[in-house]
């Protein structure tokens, strides 16, 4: 049922490529970066990697859109989250905003006023309606 390859990256992985927006600090503007950011203050723009983790502590806030292949929320975002791989959604997590994802875990508590859509590599497949559906439909 669980399956270690969907595991979220920790911010370990990213040792010496890990940068902290401090729990009181703001900043304004886009951040395109490889690693890791850790968003503990105000962010107002763009987070956005190929290769990294982006982390939203309690009390971090985004306003802006983020996009990295793991994203782990425990805060605050207003705006489109696309989690290429992997999101996680904590109990203190505040969404306003379209996600996107290929795995997404989400805790009890955790709140997203807006859209939800898995990213796939491949077309659902399609599947048959049971006979008794078939014939409510037609």
């Known amino acids: 049922m669980f399956k ?5 990256a920790d911010l370990q992985r990213f040792n ?12 304004r503007g886009d951040l395109i970066f490889d690693g890791a950011v850790q968003v503990d203050g105000r ?17 971090g806030i985004v306003e802006g859109t983020i996009r990295a292949p793991f ?24 969404v306003r905003g379209n996600l ?12 997203v006023e807006g859209e939800l859509k898995r990213l796939s590599d491949k077309p659902a497949a399609l599947t048959t309606l049971p006979a008794e559906a078939s014939a409510i439909v037609d």
């Not at 996107?100 to 709140?111: H, I, N, P, R, T």
């Open 4 to 8: 270690k390859d969907n595991a979220p």
């Open 16 to 27: 010496g490529k890990t940068t902290v927006i401090a729990a009181d600090a703001q900043m």
């Open 43 to 59: 962010l107002y723009g763009t987070l956005a990697t190929t290769e990294g983790l982006v982390r939203v502590s309690q009390g």
């Open 71 to 94: 994203v782990v929320i425990d805060g605050e975002v207003t705006g489109d989250v696309e989690a290429i791989e992997h999101l996680e959604l904590g109990s203190k997590a505040r």
């Open 100 to 111: 996107s994802y290929g795995v997404m875990v989400m805790a009890a508590g955790a709140s």
